[in-house]
């Protein structure tokens, strides 16, 4: 059976968080591995890849073919059977990209669509490649390639056009989702997310309306408000959804005010023309980061009484949204988190938040950090049990430090947060209580999690739940677990050799079930590794595929230091080991962070560089 044949025959989106929402949505297709029969799933086949950097894609399975995305966009076409190579892909994004990439150099895969495999690049390209031989088909430039624009996320597929998105909001670019003729790369329509220059005409009455809740000269930044990850479609309504991320600069004082339509939001378009239907704001006049670009899942869920067609988000900012998926209309909300500082709760009939009043000209403590409470990992959502599945932070805060000297600087971030602080709050964050990752099953009509597991590790990946009630993730230290998905009881596990970030995904083939997952440790956590984080695993990504009964072997290639470093470096003397604190030595961390800033721009350190090592088997 083919993934995405047997789950999404109408509409063709193929993305992590639908693929694993259709799984789901069709429990009966694959009965083979659960609750009963995990104990006996053994590794198939693995194939090791060059990269020590974050892998963060999904494969998708289509006859007998496994393709899929590494760091800088390469693509890989691989034999599903064996892990066999079939053909590489390589966009040759150059590496002076990495200047403005705010977090690692990474790709969250394909999509399909009759002969061709789509992917977007680093350098804001989208490529069709031929299925058969990896060749390029046709390319075209989604962005002005003189601006900061990355993709990072996987096209989506609607009504025969290709979707995307781009990032680039921390350093100052307007952003915008594009559809392009899947035949041929004709481009057929672009909303922009936030408005542009007030003196031009405006592009449709969407912008129109936005720029009334904008202060100053917002357009001088670009903006922000960039479609990086977060998108869905629904066939029957046309309707096609994504978040957008951050404004630019992060501080409402900077920006002058406002709710900033419509950055940090939820918007429904028309797939076939792009005209906006409607829009929802988790975070209006955003002060913290929270993009609500995390993953957007389609259910049917009775509410008060009535069965309703939602959407649902995890937010970053640590409160689980419904909404109707036709209207918009806030169906429920509540956090799912513990410790958020910046709201006390949402509104029971709007979902606008009731914000924690601050002066966001000086610096404020806010939980959750800039990272989220949750991020881009995917979700899952289980209709037997009614509940959704995925990764949280809880307790995670963030020091944020306006730079009253701010000014735009196309060649560089523009987050509009000074470079050191040395004030009071320091001590306060110094001695916060540690944070700690979970997986939450939520249950969206009560408004509540069902079940709680804690992680010996702050960061989970994301998550798959399958028709023999498992919940499948793996974790920054390397562990891919099975867990029951009615209780949260472990079953299985195995140790991948590398952190998780991605979610996994369960296809058949031949008859037989398999899971396969990507595991490859980087990204923000793994740029700028905090002592609380716990023993995450670095090491060389690769490919991990499972059945019942597997018996291959697991040889995976040291990686790391054989002894500690003569010199510790900038971070080893600022994260000086302080047991009683548990805590890094904070006002070196904040000193340190341009030079950090420096170094990840540019590939990181030694633990980050590129191997030149081919992919391994």
């Known amino acids: 059976m083919d993934v995405s044949r ?43 890849l060059a990269s020590t950097r974050a892998l963060e894609a999904t494969p998708v399975v289509e006859n007998g073919v496994m393709y899929t995305t590494d760091v800088w966009s390469l693509v890989y076409a691989l034999d599903a059977r064996t892990g066999n190579l079939l053909w590489t892909y390589d966009p040759q994004v150059p590496r002076e990209r990495a200047a403005f990439l705010c977090c690692d150099a990474v790709n969250r895969g394909v999509a399909l669509l009759g002969d061709k495999v789509y992917v977007g690049t680093l350098d804001a390209r989208l490529i069709a490649l031929d299925r058969r031989s990896g060749k390029p088909v046709w390319e075209v430039a989604t962005a002005d390639p003189a601006k900061p624009y990355s993709i990072t996320g996987a096209p989506r597929i609607a009504r025969g ?25 004709r481009l057929m329509w672009r909303f922009y997310t936030v408005p542009g220059d007030p003196s031009r005409p405006f592009e449709s009455q969407a912008m129109a309306d936005a720029a009334k809740t904008w202060r100053g000269e917002w357009w001088k930044t670009g903006g922000g408000g960039t479609a990086w990850e977060g998108f869905a479609y629904d066939s029957d309504l046309d309707l096609l959804y994504f978040g957008t991320g951050n404004p630019t600069s992060w501080y409402r004082a900077q920006r002058g005010g406002g709710d900033n339509w419509y950055t940090d939001s939820i918007l429904a378009v028309r797939a076939s023309t792009g005209e906006l239907v409607w829009h929802f704001q988790p975070t209006p006049g955003d002060d913290w980061d929270y993009d609500a670009t995390e993953p957007l899942v389609e259910a049917e869920l009775t509410i008060r009484g009535r069965l309703r067609k939602v959407i ?60 989220g409470a949750h991020n881009w990992n995917p979700i899952a959502f289980s209709p037997a049990s009614g509940l959704f599945y995925f990764a949280a932070k809880t307790g995670a805060m963030t020091l944020y430090a306006p730079d009253p000297r701010w000014k735009y600087d196309p060649a560089r971030d ?16 110094a001695t916060s209580p540690p944070p700690y990752g979970e997986l ?57 050799g590398a952190g ?47 059945k019942l009964g597997g018996t291959a072997a697991l040889h995976a290639t040291p990686f790391g230091h054989a002894e500690p470093p003569r010199d510790p470096g900038i971070c080893g003397r600022y994260f000086a080991a302080d047991a009683s604190r548990r805590q890094p030595a904070l006002s070196g961390v904040v000193r340190a962070l341009p030079w950090l800033e ?20």
């Open 312 to 371: 649902a988000q995890a937010n970053k900012n640590g409160f689980f949204y419904v909404l109707d998926r036709a209207t918009g209309e806030f169906l429920s909300g509540g956090p799912f988190v513990g410790g958020i500082t910046w709201a006390s709760g949402l509104d029971a009939r709007t979902g606008r938040p009731i914000m924690t009043p601050i002066d966001d000209s000086r610096p404020f403590l806010a939980s959750p950090s800039s990272d």
């Open 414 to 429: 523009n987050t509009g947060s000074q470079d050191s602080y040395e004030g009071p709050l320091l001590a306060r964050f």
């Open 6 to 48: 047997k789950f999404m025959p109408r509409n063709r989106l193929l993305c992590p968080a639908l693929v694993l929402f259709a799984l789901c949505s069709c429990q009966r297709s694959l009965p083979q591995i659960d609750e009963h029969s995990v104990a006996r799933l053994g590794l198939a086949w693995s194939r090791e």
């Open 598 to 617: 420096r170094h990840r721009r540019t590939g990181g350190g030694p633990a980050l560089r590129e191997p030149r090592n081919p992919a391994r088997h």
């Open 500 to 546: 998780i970030m991605a979610a996994p995904v369960t296809w058949t083939l031949d008859g037989v079930q398999y899971v396969t997952v990507m595991a490859g440790w980087g990204g923000p956590s793994g740029l700028f590794h905090g002592p609380l984080a716990g023993a995450v695993k670095p090491g060389y990504g690769r490919i991990l595929t499972f």
């Open 161 to 185: 056009k290709v979707i995307v998105g781009n990032g680039g909001a921390e350093y100052g670019v307007r952003g915008y989702v594009s559809a392009y003729d899947a035949e041929t790369g």
């Open 440 to 496: 939450v099953a939520w249950d969206p009509v009560a408004n509540r999690a069902a079940w709680r597991v804690r992680y010996p590790v702050m960061e989970g990946g994301g998550t798959l739940v399958t028709a023999g009630n498992l919940v499948f993730q793996g974790r920054a230290d390397g562990i891919f677990a099975a867990c029951r998905a009615t209780d949260g009881r472990e079953l299985w596990r195995f140790d991948a």
